[in-house]
């Protein structure tokens, strides 16, 4: 084939197109790090990182999930050992009332029972951002007011903590913490020939207190509580009338006393059956979190592994080519200075 | 053999070796003008004369002045600018929307449209709060204005083809003419004779590339030596009389070529207005109805579970985007017109119907716009309801022909029409609809507390979506995928047409490029019997001398 040095030439400066374009190429590489740096580069890499990078901004949003459902859930825990504690108090407070004791001491009980009572109130209605703890879906009305009647209702509020759909519930009703249901119901003799009957509907109990042993709707001394709170305030109450002179309502009083024993027991029961699942909670949105922590951490070396560029090679390559570029520099000075006309005479 | 004979075989050989210097000169001369064929003279023995002692030469002619042109090479030149032509247009055109896509970048909607759901599941750990409410109104606004942009960046990418399509029309138009002159010029100067109009038919051939590299076409010479050009199967170029190429908007908003009166768009798929209409078909299935399905899509499912749930001022039934409620129609008829309305956003299937008609005008055909599935087909009486299309209502009215045909579409103002509807933040619905579960509750039952709603929104980010066939994030990755890969064939493509480009050029130039060491021995050739031939006409003159001293 007849070849000018024309098409030398054209060859010669489309080689070096070429080969600058590779380097433009290789140094966009080392300058992001990256080996795709559109989509052309490797749709089908790009798609897939592209996913790889949903599921893992997913996992931090269920990562946030779980931090502010962790933060409701250890302070309702908090909130609850105070009860806890506030309530064993009370317990003491039972087993004081049901001995003699001096009008001084009896002032005092009943001082303390009414601080118990009060405490237990302010942690009812325990407040997180403004937001009241236990009332259910009704955050921004008072749960228990001051006839210690629960306003909230039962809404449960449950927050996604995984791509599966799981979900954790953050907060524990007003009733689910401080009532109890259905739990009391063997008569108990509190006082020589006094019986007291327990019947519940729903979170109240009504406390009958007569002297026939098998006939719990007999007329006698009877009240009624729905929460802790309000019983505390019974027990306050009764302490304040075991002093009074007239022996009926005396007695009376102790009865009373002796009949919240029971219902303390069993607060004190339910009470630790909220801690558990609260630790419960815990536990499971401390499992959801190490699980999304380690499919992130796939995830991410998925990503590198399709995305990275490898900088040692790719100054090898600009290395190569930047020989490439000098030879066809050389190559064309060569070839392209000289033609017959320099040798005519 | 007369001695004066002698005279007229110098003379020839003079006249031989200078033509040869003007040729090879004019050769050196255009060595680097494109398109130049390189030019030899073609010497012969002149006509012998008989004499007593046998035939004797007279010396040599110029029988002509050959250009080493190939036409089998050329022909193929010209096919290959076309196919490169094409290549590069639609190169240019993929290569605008991958910038607009480029995810690997950071640029395009991925972030906001997990930025958007996350926020509604910031929302459901805290759905009182203010703020967290009014930091989702902004991030659905944020959404609303990025998805705007990518769609005003497809848009302006369409339109600039639409706008190589007219501009590459008009130059096609002038080169048209300049080849009609160029044939009648040609057609003036070799009438007659045999000889070639060389420079002549070197401009012609460099119009005829410049011409294929914008739009495919086919041409052949005739005997008188004018050239016809066609362009999709219409004449552009007959003789000296040529065709005007003009550009009409069709009621798609796409230009369409029209040659003669036809149009012949659909026929045109090589050269640069080739390429241009591939690259916009192709962004216009594979790139922007797709992403207006997905911001359909996105309104359509966020608004049927918001409208499901209730605000912290009790409202319910609220639409949290604009709602889908334009439809777009085009119209391409004469005697009818066509009206759509949307009945019902949510029954909305989010795809795009053709509506035709047989020949009679009195039965329609309802087709999937994109893949051409037929959907429905009844007789067609005017002013009635167009069959059944989920979630809309379709009327046309008038007389219709064969050739008449609408579309009607949910899409096309689903893009330019997002935005968000509410503006109070105590209208967004968190809670659930607590009348659901017990149809005596109140509606405001289940607030301030409650989240269920929030939940549900956030999760339809994870859910398979049925218009789109998953979910949102996949779908709009898939965009993005079919994009790179669009652009990674035509970038293929256009090397592989580049580099057979340059291997037929090579070829070309093998037959018909200057070599500039060939000219320059052609020069010392061509002096030295200059020399010879003045030598011999300096010695016939002596030997004249000598005769008339005798």
Same mark, same amino acid.
């Given at each position: 084939m007849r070849i000018t040095p024309f098409i030398i030439f054209n060859q010669l400066t489309r080689g070096l197109s070429r080969t600058l374009n590779m380097y433009d190429a290789q140094n966009d590489r080392l300058n992001s790090g990256k080996k795709i740096n559109a989509p052309s580069d490797n749709p089908t890499g790009l798609m897939r990182t592209m996913d790889y990078r949903v599921s893992v901004n997913a996992g931090e949003q269920y990562k946030r999930n779980i931090d502010a459902a962790m933060d409701n859930v250890n302070f309702t825990s908090t909130v609850m050992t105070s009860v806890y504690n506030t309530v064993i108090e009370l317990q003491k407070l039972v087993a004081k009332g049901k001995s003699t004791q001096e009008p001084q001491e009896l002032a005092n009980s009943a001082d303390e029972a009414e601080a118990y009572r009060d405490m237990l109130q302010d942690l009812a209605n325990t407040k997180i951002m403004n937001q009241y703890l236990f009332g259910g879906f009704k955050s921004e009305t008072q749960p228990y007011d001051d006839a210690y009647v629960y306003q909230g209702d039962d809404g449960e509020v449950n927050v996604p903590v995984s791509a599966a759909g799981a979900q954790i519930p953050i907060n524990i009703s007003g009733n689910s913490a401080f009532s109890f249901t259905g739990a009391l119901t063997t008569p108990r003799e509190v006082g020589t020939g006094q019986w007291a009957h327990y019947t519940q509907t729903g979170t109240q109990v009504t406390v009958n207190i007569n002297n026939d042993e098998n006939a719990p709707l007999a007329a006698g001394d009877s009240f009624v509580f729905s929460n802790v709170i309000q019983m505390a305030e019974h027990l306050r109450f009764a302490i304040s009338e075991i002093g009074d002179a007239d022996p009926v309502v005396s007695s009376n009083a102790m009865a009373r006393i002796s009949a919240l024993e029971d219902p303390f027991n069993e607060m004190q029961e339910q009470l630790m059956s909220v801690q558990t699942d609260l630790g419960g909670r815990v536990s499971s949105l401390n499992s959801h979190a190490k699980v999304i922590e380690q499919n992130t951490n796939t995830l991410h070396k998925a990503i590198t592994s399709i995305e990275e560029a490898d900088p040692v090679e790719i100054l090898a390559q600009l290395r190569q080519t930047e020989v490439t570029l000098q030879a066809l520099r050389e190559s064309a000075a060569r070839v392209l200075s000289q033609s017959l006309f320099d040798f005519l005479r | 053999m007369s001695l004066l004979g002698l005279f007229d075989i110098g003379r020839s050989a003079l006249y031989a070796s200078q033509t040869a210097l003007n040729v090879t000169s004019n050769n050196i001369a255009n060595a680097n003008t494109p398109g130049y064929t390189r030019q030899e003279v073609t010497l012969s023995i002149s006509n012998p004369i008989s004499s007593a002692g046998g035939s004797v030469g007279a010396g040599v002619t110029l029988s002509g002045i050959k250009r080493n042109y190939d036409t089998f090479l050329q022909a193929q030149l010209q096919n290959q600018q076309q196919s490169l032509g094409r290549s590069a247009a639609m190169d240019q055109a993929l290569g605008l929307i991958e910038s607009v896509l480029n995810e690997a970048q950071g640029a395009g909607l991925s972030t906001a449209l997990t930025d958007y759901f996350n926020a509604w599941q910031d929302l459901a750990s805290t759905p009182t709060s203010q703020p967290q409410r009014m930091v989702l109104l902004q991030k659905a606004t944020a959404l609303a204005g990025s998805a705007q942009n990518i769609e005003a960046m497809v848009l302006d990418t369409i339109r600039s083809a639409n706008n190589g399509i007219s501009d590459a029309a008009s130059q096609i138009n002038m080169l048209a003419s300049d080849i009609a002159s160029l044939n009648g010029q040609i057609v003036q100067q070799e009438t007659g004779t045999t000889q070639a109009a060389n420079e002549l038919r070197d401009q012609r051939d460099q119009k005829l590339n410049e011409l294929s590299a914008l739009v495919g076409n086919s041409y052949y010479e005739d005997e008188s030596g004018s050239v016809t050009v066609t362009v999709g199967m219409r004449n552009l170029v007959s003789g000296t009389r040529t065709n005007a190429l003009s550009t009409l908007t069709n009621a798609e908003g796409n230009k369409d070529l029209y040659l003669d009166g036809v149009n012949i768009a659909d026929r045109v798929t090589q050269g640069r207005i080739g390429g241009f209409i591939a690259a916009r078909d192709d962004i216009q299935t594979n790139v922007l109805t797709p992403f207006r399905r997905l911001i359909a899509s996105i309104t359509q499912q966020v608004n049927i579970q918001h409208q499901a749930g209730v605000g912290l001022d009790g409202s319910t039934g609220n639409d949290f985007f604009n709602p889908l409620q334009q439809l777009g129609t085009t119209t391409s008829s004469a005697g009818a017109t066509i009206s759509a309305t949307v009945t019902s956003a949510a029954a909305l299937t989010l795809e795009e119907y053709r509506i035709t008609f047989n020949a009679a005008g009195d039965h329609y055909y309802v087709t999937n716009k994109q893949s051409g599935a037929a959907v429905a087909d009844a007789a067609y009486a005017s002013g009635n309801p167009i069959a059944l299309l989920p979630g809309m209502s379709v009327t046309i009215t008038g007389a219709v022909t064969s050739s008449d045909s609408f579309t009607v579409s949910p899409l096309t103002n689903a893009v330019s029409g997002?935005?968000? /509807? %509410?503006? @109070?933040? @105590? /209208? %967004? /619905?968190a809670s659930a609809d607590p009348r659901v579960a017990d149809p005596l509750a109140a509606v405001t039952a289940n607030l301030p507390g409650d989240n269920a709603n929030a939940v549900l929104v956030a999760q339809l980010a994870s859910r398979t979506q049925t218009a789109l066939g998953t979910t949102f994030s996949n779908y709009y990755s898939g965009i993005v995928s079919t994009t790179g890969a669009m652009k990674q064939i035509s970038a293929n493509t256009l090397a592989f047409d580049d580099n057979l480009l340059t291997a037929m050029r090579i070829q070309r130039d093998s037959v018909s490029g200057v070599s500039l060491d060939e000219e320059a021995a052609n020069l010392m050739r061509y002096q030295r019997s200059y020399e010879a031939g003045a030598r011999m006409i300096r010695i016939t003159d002596e030997l004249m001398q000598t005769i008339l001293s005798l």
């Open positions: - | 997002f935005g968000v /509807a %509410l503006t @109070d933040t @105590d /209208a %967004l /619905a």
